[in-house]
Nanobody, 119 residues
Framework: VQLQASGGGLVQAGGSLRLSCVAS????????MGWYRQAPGRQRELVAD???????NYADFVKGRFTISRDDVKNTVLLQMNSLKPEDTAVYYC??????????????WGQGTQVTVSS
């Protein structure tokens, strides 16, 4: 099982980006999926997550600007980021709680995608 994140890049303040993360491998079920970020010199922090039932949770600093969604047919979690601010600059990581077909259940991380917001 692995996660592959994409969609980062350089954008001006006020702009938008959409991050995508696809889970692949021998997957039996995917439970919670989420996005975290880590800025230089700071700890990794939760941005948003979504349960298998579609319940979402957002960090206060992104409420009203970011939207998390998932496509269970495609094993994908998306993060639509609008009204981006320079302080959103970080490496963004996807995370998922996955039951593998043969490997048991565990938390998996994507490789990270850089988001840079210029002022």
């Amino acid at each position: 099982v692995q996660l592959q994140a994409s969609g980062g890049g350089l954008v001006q303040a006020g702009g938008s980006l959409r991050l995508s993360c696809v889970a692949s491998g021998r997957i039996f079920a995917i439970y919670n999926m989420g996005w975290y970020r880590q800025a230089p010199g700071r700890q990794r922090e939760l941005v948003a997550d979504i349960t298998s039932g579609g319940t979402t949770n957002y960090a206060d600093f992104v409420k009203g600007r970011f939207t998390i969604s998932r496509d269970d047919v495609k094993n994908t979690v998306l993060l639509q980021m609008n009204s981006l601010k320079p302080e959103d600059t970080a490496v963004y990581y996807c995370n998922a709680d996955i039951m593998g077909t043969y490997s048991g259940r565990g938390y998996f991380w994507g490789q990270g995608t850089q988001v840079t917001v210029s002022s």
